[in-house]
């Protein structure tokens, strides 16, 4: 994908956050709903997204194998993170027509049950092994040279590896149950090692991998060089999440359990770790109101009356939800 498309693709995306945000800004109020934690967040991803897929980082990759490593270690393990935690479920259904808008709100409702309930488990391992099947298969010699010969392959090659790990992301930060916490922070750790796995093994083979780079001087140094990269820029961007996650965790289990001497709200900081998978559970245009006293006008937009605002539109988000 050339520079111009990567650049125009981010503007938009950006662009459709920035509408959804300030419609429901205007709504609930500045800064409710879509924290401008979130915003920032997404906002950073965006950021990795054209800093790692254009200018002197995407130029050298052309011909250094460890550069674009640390392109594939920016998108998985920098970019997805912060784009989940951007809350953009929330925040881009509002950029969207009336219309549209009610049918993204349908499908918010379907995903925040099936996130929610016994279903969370499944979901997670299969996003898990769907992301960890993607890197492996796109770094095998053959997919990887087919990638690098044809753009529209090496475009896909990027999305497969960015919306693969948003997706668990997603699925990560989705579930609102106190053992959907520690499974979280093992399915984190879980990605760190098959990306040090492959670092590893990358940096220990005797010989290139890629027919593209073999003939290039000082082709096994830059492989080793790749490998370190994704094994240990990866695992520590990783290491990062899964601590932060874990906290979150500990913050969670003193606020709720008896004794713990927990406030009755969520610490800033923890409640945005949290955001980007609460806001699947958010109140998208058309969901019902719990009580029944929801306030429609004709694009099915109204907010009920008498309760927090964070409430009405992010549901049952323990963490997000009493943050103002």
Known sequence: MSTASVLALVAATACAYGVGATRVWRRAGPGRVVHRGHVAAFGAGLAVVAL?????????????????????????????????????????????????????????????????GRAWPWWTAAALATHVVAVWAWHAPAPYDAARAHPALHALEHACFLGTAAVLWWAVLAARHRAA????????????????????????????????????????????????????????????????????????????RPGWGGGPGPRPALALVRGGGGQIAARLPGQDAG??????DQGAEGVEHGHDVDA??????????REQ
């Not at 830059?222 to 290491?239: E, H």
């Not at 009405?312 to 939800?321: A, I, N, R």
Request: charged share 10%; proline share 6%.
């Open 312 to 321: 009405q539109l992010l549901g049952h988000d323990v963490l997000s939800t």
């Open 291 to 296: 009580d029944g006293r929801q306030h429609e």
């Open 181 to 256: 916490f520690g499974l979280g922070v093992l399915v984190v750790f879980a990605t760190a090692l098959q990306g040090t796995l492959l670092g590893a093994a990358m940096t220990l083979a005797g010989h290139p991998w890629y027919p593209a780079y073999a003939k290039a001087a000082g082709a096994v140094e830059d492989q080793q060089v790749a490998g370190v990269v994704m094994w240990a820029v990866g695992g520590l961007a990783q290491l990062v999440a899964g601590c932060a996650l874990f906290a979150a965790w500990l913050g969670f289990v003193e606020r709720t």
């Open 52 to 116: 790692a897929l254009t200018g002197p980082l995407d130029a050298g990759a052309e011909g250094s194998l460890s550069l674009h490593m640390l392109q594939h270690v920016l998108l998985i393990s920098v970019a997805a993170p912060l784009l989940v935690m951007g809350a953009p479920m929330t925040a881009l259904p509002w950029a969207l027509p009336p219309g549209p808008r009610q049918v993204a709100g349908r499908w918010g409702r379907r995903l925040n049950h099936s996130f929610s």
